[in-house]
C-alpha cells in the first residue's frame, strides 16, 4: 500500500528532490506530489480565463485556479510536509499548515531554528518540526513501517 505525502511550501532549494531520493534509497513506498513549483507557471495560472487589469486579479484568478489541485492532493495526502524557506515569506505554505489544520489532516514542518518564533502556532499543531531533509526521510521510514 503506498503512503501518499504532499510537499508543500518553499519553490527555490531542491528540498523535494532530496526527499524523494531518500525515499527511494531507504525502499519506501511513498508517492510524492506538490503545487506547480514554476513560479513564473503558478502566477500565470488563471491567464487563460482573462487578461486583469489590476494585479490584485491575475494573482486572485491564478491562486483560484492553484487551489484546485493544492486543495485536492492535500485532501488526498496521508502526510503533508510544508517547508519554510529563508529567502520569502512563504504565507502560502502557512496557508497549506492552516487547511491541514482544518481538515485535521497530519503535517509536519520542515524549517531552520532562527523561525521557530514567527512559526509558533505552525509549528504547535504540527505532528513534529524537522530542520533537514534526512530528519523527514526517517520520520517517512518510521510512519510507514509495517
Known sequence: MSFYVYLSGEIHTDWRDEIRRGAEAAGLDIVFTSPVTDHDASDAAGDMLGEQEKPFWRDHQSSKVNAIRTRTLIEQSDLVVV????????WNAAFDAGYCS?????YVT???EDIVHPLKEVDADAMAWATTTDQIVEILRYVTAA
Not at 517547508?83 to 512563504?90: E, L, M, T, W
Open 110 to 112: 520542515l524549517h531552520a
Open 102 to 106: 482544518a481538515l485535521a489532516k497530519p
Open 83 to 90: 517547508r519554510f524557506g529563508d529567502k520569502y515569506k512563504q
